[in-house]
């Protein structure tokens, strides 16, 4: 018999499955940080602050093996909780067709290849080797 995929699944908006960890060698975007955040808080049943204490662990462990100095935890913790606040909002008017909300979750979707930036203000000033700003760079202008 055939596995079927359910559609509780598959995330609205990002149209992936929720996962527990972050892709290789990159630093993750806004979406990937939505996916584990929401593998956090949906699947393993976490409530919203542990589920982002989870996420900010993950997204820093990425952060900290790319070399980059980063924000404070507090702060990646509330960006985190911002980015699924922001999903929430557009997730309680799915319904509706308008054009108004079509271009909002547009722009949302746009939004979620962009990096999920949490470097240091002052990373690129940071004693740190060449060739991690330039992967900073990189990072920042692929997006």
């Given at each position: 018999?055939?596995?079927?995929?359910?559609?509780?699944?598959?995330?609205?908006?990002?149209?992936?499955?929720?996962?527990?960890?972050?892709?290789?060698?990159?630093?993750?975007s806004r979406?990937e940080v939505?996916?584990?955040?929401?593998?956090?808080?949906?699947?393993?049943?976490?409530?919203?602050?542990?589920?982002?204490?989870?996420?900010?662990?993950?997204?820093?462990?990425?952060?900290?093996?790319?070399?980059?100095?980063?924000?404070?935890?507090?702060?990646?913790?509330?960006?985190?909780?911002?980015?699924?606040?922001?999903?929430?909002?557009?997730?309680k008017s799915?319904?509706?067709?308008?054009?108004?909300?079509?271009?909002?979750?547009?722009?949302?979707?746009?939004?979620?290849?962009?990096?999920?930036?949490?470097?240091?203000?002052?990373?690129?000033?940071?004693?740190?080797?060449?060739?991690?700003?330039?992967?900073?760079?990189?990072?920042?202008?692929?997006?």
């Amino acid at each position: 018999m055939a596995c079927e995929r359910r559609s509780t699944d598959v995330i609205w908006l990002l149209e992936k499955s929720p996962t527990s960890s972050f892709p290789g060698n990159r630093l993750p975007s806004r979406g990937e940080v939505l996916q584990v955040f929401l593998f956090h808080h949906k699947i393993q049943k976490e409530v919203l602050f542990a589920a982002a204490a989870s996420t900010t662990e993950k997204v820093l462990e990425v952060w900290r093996r790319a070399n980059i100095p980063t924000s404070d935890v507090s702060w990646v913790k509330k960006k985190i909780l911002k980015l699924y606040e922001e999903y929430g909002a557009l997730a309680k008017s799915k319904s509706r067709k308008t054009e108004t909300e079509e271009m909002k979750r547009c722009i949302f979707r746009d939004s979620l290849e962009d990096m999920f930036d949490i470097a240091h203000s002052k990373a690129m000033e940071a004693k740190i080797p060449e060739e991690d700003k330039a992967f900073l760079e990189a990072q920042r202008e692929d997006r």
